[in-house]
């Protein structure tokens, strides 16, 4: 079955810098698009960033732009999110979808960002 496991979130404080994970299984990993969403407290899910199977082509949320940099290796089966210059404001559930017909979600990595 589909499963896609993200790590690598934690607490940070400003400024800095976490790398997130996903592990996929369950599908031919380079046929998906890969994407990184957020959820912030009482919000809604929203897009971060996405990148396509090749990876040749990577899209971002405006306010992430020049600080995230989503990657993926298809070879490990495994997409990342790089953040850098992490604020308050990017405190959320990040979750890793695959959209191969279907959108498959992780269960989500925790980022916290606080002085």
């Known amino acids: 079955q589909v499963q896609l496991v993200e790590s690598g979130g934690g607490l940070v404080q400003p400024g800095g810098s976490l790398r997130l994970s996903c592990l996929a299984s369950?599908?031919?990993?380079?046929?998906?698009?890969m994407s990184w969403y957020r959820q912030a407290p009482g919000k809604e899910r929203e897009l971060v960033a996405v990148?396509?199977?090749?990876?040749?082509?990577?899209n971002y949320a405006d306010h992430v732009k020049g600080r995230f940099t989503i990657s993926r290796d298809n070879a490990k089966n495994m997409a990342y999110l790089q953040m850098n210059s992490l604020k308050p404001e990017n405190t959320a559930v990040y979750f890793c979808?695959?959209?191969?017909?279907?959108?498959?979600w992780g269960q989500g990595t925790q980022v916290a960002v606080s002085s």
């Open positions: 979808k695959a959209r191969i017909g279907y959108d498959y």
């Open positions: 990148i396509t199977s090749s990876g040749d082509t990577t």
């Open positions: 369950g599908f031919t990993f380079n046929r998906a698009t």
